[in-house]
């Protein structure tokens, strides 16, 4: 798939009025990794430490639609104020970019399941009326178990769907590809 790399955003956020699926998730849930095997290069930065994405980094992919990588939650080593600036930032993401978003997808380690973390941005992104769906990453690492028990707790949570994936296998990059396409996701 055709990408280009648009630009990494601290403080002014895009202007513009193109569709937007938006990656979210704990610190080191593997974001970066499911970008680049979506895209089928390596096109955004993978780095074995947390917490390493500490921009908006925002991607074009053929057809118009962007693809946003924002900065996880949880795992990073950084300073307070840090994750204050963090916060601030997705706040006012979030508000200025609601209407071009199209889905939010919240990746959730298949091994682990939903965290605290995890079931607290689901409950925001509820509240706020933004489109979004589970993304279980890393299914390679977890056995059959650890995934149906991962289902269940998103069922439990009121996800009906999940797209489960493993960026070193490729798995699920058809199911994420057509996702993304779709002109309308109604989701929650």
Not at 32 to 54: C, F, W
Not at 150 to 164: D, H, R, V, Y
Request: hydrophobic share 35%; proline share 3%.
């Amino acid at each position: 798939m055709k990408a280009e790399f648009l630009g990494s955003y601290t403080k002014d956020l895009p202007k513009d009025d193109l569709q937007e699926v938006v990656f979210v998730g704990r610190s080191n849930v593997g974001k970066s990794s499911l970008i680049n095997m979506i895209v089928g290069r390596p096109i955004a930065k993978v780095s074995k430490e947390p917490g390493r994405t500490r921009a908006i980094n925002v991607f074009l992919l053929e057809g118009g639609v962007k693809l946003v990588d924002v900065p996880g939650y949880g795992f990073a080593k950084v300073s307070k104020q840090e994750r204050e600036n963090w916060k601030e930032l997705m706040e006012r993401y979030f508000t200025e970019r609601k209407n071009n978003i199209r889905c939010v997808f919240v990746l959730i380690d298949g091994k682990v399941g939903p965290t605290e973390l995890d079931r607290s941005m689901i409950e925001w992104l509820r509240h706020k009326g933004i489109n979004h769906l589970a993304v279980l990453t890393k299914s390679d690492k977890a056995d059959q178990k650890e995934l149906s028990k991962s289902l269940k707790e998103l069922q439990k949570l009121g996800l009906k769907n999940a797209i489960i994936t493993s960026a070193k296998e490729g798995k699920g990059r058809k199911d994420l590809l057509k996702a993304i396409q779709s002109p309308k996701i109604e989701l929650f």
